[in-house]
């Protein structure tokens, strides 16, 4: 068929987190489900790490993304806050890369944040298009 997915889940204190991926070929789309079951409210960030050479910019509750000729449009689960966009933060680190040992480039990190309580499914979709231009920052 048209549709890939793959299934995972891991068990942690208090927390039941489930993950399924579903790639979408005619769509060009990839659609991902965290099923989370807690007790009690827990705050959740779902970290989306990108190419250095990526250029991002937020719209709302999405995510524009244009690396070499792709472009692909993150939308974040609305049950969490507004994404945003992190580039090499030391304190606690988060959006940076390293391709060698001892050496690290700050690339994008996208954060979808927020407390969730009970059971929660929240959905992360991308939306992938080839053609994407370029601009000189």
Do not use: Y
């Not at 793959?6 to 659609?31: N, Y």
């Not at 250095?52 to 937020?58: A, D, L, S, T, Y």
């Not at 480039?105 to 959905?123: E, F, K, R």
Request: proline content about 4%; hydrophobic content about 35%.
């Amino acid at each position: 068929g048209g549709t890939v997915f793959g299934d995972a889940s891991h068990e942690g204190e208090r927390l039941l987190h489930r993950r399924r991926i579903e790639f979408d070929k005619q769509r060009m789309s990839i659609e991902v489900t965290d099923m989370l079951e807690c007790g009690q409210e827990h705050f959740v960030e779902l970290h989306w790490q990108l190419s250095e050479r990526c250029i991002v910019r937020n719209s709302d509750r999405s995510v524009h993304v244009e690396c070499a000729d792709v472009r692909i449009r993150v939308e974040c689960p609305r049950a969490l806050d507004v994404p945003t966009v992190v580039f090499g933060r030391d304190d606690p680190p988060l959006g940076w890369l390293s391709r060698r040992l001892d050496q690290k480039t700050p690339s994008p990190t996208i954060v979808c944040a927020g407390h969730v309580a009970g059971s929660t499914s929240l959905v992360t979709r991308f939306t992938i298009a080839a053609g994407a231009r370029q601009s000189q920052t």
